[in-house]
């Protein structure tokens, strides 16, 4: 989504669109990645813009779809993400003006970016806000009982006969410590 700059009104204006899930499940690595995640629908972007001279003020909410292999069943799901974040985008400054010492970057400032031209492509920046959304582990459900380890039955949908007593003979020297 490219946003003309003087095309802003004082006022602020308001944008819906759809951004193409392509794009972001090559950043992925495809749908055969092994992360167990990609999107399987446009991501449903609405945004409210509002400028000041240069600086853009953007506050967007993404609603996003992702098809998810569970981390520990490896069932299938589906997954709705929804976000909200708001940026602040200023013109790019000068690099001769740039300040030669260390600075200390303040709330503000991580939540700025820059630009250059009279356009600002918003795309990118989106793109990024998706995919720092995406949970580091997904579950099917918080309950999920995950796989059983000796022969592999899903325990959500089936008891297994494997006999809870046995212990792994690597961790078996453990059952005797004692903590004095």
């Known amino acids: ?9 004082a006022q602020g204006k308001q944008e819906s669109f759809l951004e193409e899930e392509g794009p972001l499940n090559e950043r992925l690595g495809g749908e055969t990645t092994n992360s167990g995640l990609y999107f399987s629908e446009p991501i449903q972007v609405r945004l409210d813009l509002s400028r000041t001279g240069g600086i853009l003020l ?10 998810c292999t569970c981390a520990r069943c490896l ?3 589906a997954l709705t993400l929804s976000s909200e974040f708001k940026l602040s985008l200023r013109p790019r400054p000068d690099p001769k003006l740039a300040p030669p010492e260390e600075t200390e ?16 492509d918003l795309s990118p920046l ?3 806000q998706v995919l720092l959304t995406l949970p580091p582990k997904v579950t099917c459900r ?9 022969c ?5 949908r089936e008891t297994c006969q494997c006999a809870s007593t046995e212990i792994d003979p690597r961790l ?4 005797h410590f004692r903590i004095h």
């Open 1 to 9: 989504m490219i946003i003309r700059v003087e095309e802003i009104p």
């Open 58 to 67: 953007v506050m967007s909410r993404v609603e996003a779809r992702v098809r």
């Open 75 to 77: 069932d299938s799901f």
């Open 105 to 120: 970057l303040s709330r503000e400032d991580l939540e700025t970016d820059f630009y250059e031209g009279e356009e600002v």
């Open 126 to 128: 989106i793109q990024d």
């Open 142 to 150: 918080e309950d999920c009982r995950g796989l059983c380890q000796r």
């Open 152 to 156: 592999g039955k899903n325990l959500n």
């Open 172 to 175: 078996a020297p453990l059952k």
